[in-house]
C-alpha cells in the first residue's frame, strides 16, 4: 500500500465563539471546545484513510487559556502515524481576538481513530503517513510512545474490568 503525506490529511477549521455555547461566566464551553476537536481529527484522518473513520480515544485534553464569545476559534489537524487500520491525529487549538489581534494556543490534543470498511464496519487497513518535514518525523516518533502508552492504559482498564468480573 502507497503512503500518503502528512500535508494530504491537514485540516483547519475556524468558527467565532457563540453565546449559545457560553458558560454563565462567558467563556466557551469546554465541551464545545472537545466537539470541534474530534470535528478536525475526524477530517484529517478521513482525508488521509479516504474512507469512514470513528474515534476510539482521546488522549488528556488541558485548557491553557480560556475562550471568550466573539472571539476566532481555529483548529489545525493532521495524522501523525498510522499503525495499521489505527492512527494518531494531533490537533492544536488556536484562539484569537480579532479586535486587538492576540494571538494564544489554547490546547494541543491527540486522538486515535480507527478506519473502518464501509461494508462489513470491521476495521481495514490504512495507507502509511509518510512524514516529510523535521517537526513531522518528530510527531511520527513521538506518536509511537503515545502508543505504547494508550495500550498500556487500556491493558490495565480491562484488567480491572476482569477483576470487578
Known amino acids: 500500500m502507497e503512503g500518503r503525506p502528512v500535508r494530504d490529511s491537514l485540516s483547519e477549521i475556524a468558527e467565532f465563539a457563540l453565546p449559545i455555547y457560553a458558560n454563565p461566566l462567558g467563556y466557551l464551553l469546554g465541551g464545545r471546545i472537545m466537539h ?60 484569537e481576538d480579532l479586535r486587538t489581534g492576540e494571538i494564544q494556543h489554547t490546547n494541543s490534543s491527540y ?17 502509511p503517513v509518510i512524514p516529510e518535514t523535521e517537526d513531522e518525523r518528530r510527531r511520527y516518533e513521538q506518536a509511537l510512545e503515545r502508543r505504547a502508552q494508550r495500550l498500556e492504559l487500556k491493558r490495565k482498564a480491562q484488567d480491572q474490568e476482569r477483576l470487578r468480573g
Open 111 to 127: 486522538l486515535t481513530f480507527v478506519a473502518l470498511d464501509d461494508e462489513t464496519g470491521k476495521p481495514v487497513g490504512i495507507p
Open 36 to 95: 470541534l476537536v474530534d470535528l478536525a481529527a475526524a477530517t484529517a484522518a478521513m482525508r488521509h484513510a479516504r474512507r469512514s473513520v470513528v474515534t476510539a480515544a482521546v488522549d488528556s485534553m488541558t485548557f491553557l487559556h480560556p475562550i471568550r464569545i466573539g472571539q476566532l476559534v481555529t483548529l489545525k489537524s493532521s495524522v501523525n502515524r498510522v499503525f495499521r487500520s489505527s492512527m494518531e491525529v494531533g490537533v492544536k487549538v488556536i484562539v
